[in-house]
Structure formats: C-alpha cells, structure tokens
C-alpha cells in the first residue's frame, strides 16, 4: 500500500491523481492502492479461498475487547472470554459489565447475520443495540435532533458505495462524525465502532479491529482515520487469505 505524507500536492510514481483530506496533507496513491486491494479481493472470492463464510468465534471476542478497551473500559481478554463462555449466563455470571459483554458479542453476530442476508439497517434495530449495552441507561440524549442524525446514518449506510475509494472515504467521513459528535453520552464509540462494521459489511468489505492503546487519537480525525482504516483493510484482506498480519475478516 502506498500512503504517503506531503506538504504540497504532486503526482507520485504512479501517476494517481492525489486525494489529500484535511490540513494535515494526507496523500494517498489510490490507483496503486486500489489495485492492491482489487487483486486481494478477487483472490479471496476464489472457490479455493481460505475464507470462512462467517468470522471466526475469535473475531467476537477480540471485537468486543478492542471496543471496549477504546471506550475506556478496563476490561481484559480474560473477562471476554469468561462471560462469553458457555453456560456463563446461567452460573451466576451476571454482573452488567458481563452482561454488557454478552450482548456486544451477541450484536456482532447479529450484524453478521443480517448481513448475509442482505439485510437493511433500520434506527430502531440501533436503538436497541445502545438499549443493550447500556443496560437500560436512558434514552433521553437520543432526542429529536439525535434521531434525526441517527437517521441520516442509517440512511448512509443503506446506500454503500461498492466503489472502494468513495466506499472507505465515506465510511471514514461517517465513523469520525460520529466520534467527534457523540449521539449518546455513553457508549458513543462502542455504538459507533458497531455502525462501522454494518458500514464496512455493506459496501463488501472486511470487518477491522482498532488497536485499544494505538488508534484512541484518531478516531475523531478523519484523515488519519482514513488511513487507518485503508491499513486495517489491507490487514483484514492479508489474514483472510492466510497471511499473518494483523487483522480480522
């Protein structure tokens, strides 16, 4: 992938047109980038693929870790994995932050299943996942300006670019927006972070994982989010045909 920073635009080695974001002067080499990625999907797309149709159990766990991690919750993949056990729901492993686990986990692979299906997103369905992981915090900061905006999100992500460079600016577009203009006062970045992976599922791209103690800084920077995110698309597409990257499909 060639990602590069500059202070003045200019065309690079492959001659892509540059695509600079912001005040920071992010240039991106999307045609070389764009062919990158294009090989790596139809490899993927084979018969013979390594590609599971579903992420694997890991993918739920390591999501919900890194997604809570980032929100500021001391959580440890200890703590996943005990509350995501089986039978841990009905052996007196019932605290909130545990049952707040058990349905992050459970959401991530709701969204992987309406996915397959073809599923739209609807507002309500993202009202009831905030309902789930705050536990019954109410609903009151979602008011009439909120609804609208969430809304509009929905609508956003009902209607994906299947063009990779417009799909991965306007995910990048929508997920700093909502970092940066919370709609609820807690859990904000978890919900964000679940919109992401509709957002990402819907334009036909892999599910990403942030790094907890790397990427808190640019979520609300839609620059250097862009960049990452390009970087964690290119990861998650290494691992799904075996690779050893870091990255989750």
């Not at 540059?18 to 797309?45: C, H, N, S």
């Not at 692979?109 to 309500?124: P, Y």
């Amino acid at each position: 992938m060639s990602i590069e920073h500059h202070s003045v635009p200019g065309n690079g080695a492959s001659g892509a047109k540059p695509f600079r974001l912001g005040k920071v002067g992010i240039r991106i080499d999307w045609v070389r980038w764009l062919r990158l990625i294009q090989r790596k999907r139809r490899m993927t797309a084979r018969p013979d693929s390594p590609r599971a149709a579903t992420p694997p159990s890991a993918y739920f766990t390591a999501a919900t870790l890194s997604s809570f991690q980032l929100e500021g919750i001391p959580l440890k993949p200890m703590e996943v994995t005990q509350a995501v056990s089986h039978g841990a729901a009905g052996k007196g492993f019932r605290s909130r932050s545990s049952q707040r686990i058990r349905n992050h986990v459970a959401i991530l692979r709701r969204i992987e299943k309406s996915l397959r299906a073809g599923a739209t997103l609807t507002t309500q369905t993202v009202v009831r996942w905030y309902t789930s992981i705050s536990c019954g915090l109410s609903l009151a900061a979602l008011d009439e300006t909120n609804m609208s905006r969430l809304d509009n999100v929905v609508r956003r992500i009902n209607s994906p670019q299947f063009r990779l460079q417009p799909a991965i600016t306007e995910i990048a577009r929508v997920h700093a927006q909502l970092n940066a203009d919370p709609l609820v006062p807690s859990f904000n970045g978890i919900l964000a972070r679940l919109l992401l992976q509709y957002h990402l599922g819907r334009c036909g791209l892999p599910r990403v994982l942030f790094d907890a103690s790397a990427d808190s800084t640019l979520l609300k920077d839609e620059p250097r989010l862009l960049k990452r995110i390009l970087e964690l698309v290119d990861s998650a597409y290494e691992m799904m045909q075996g690779g050893k990257r870091d990255g989750v499909a």
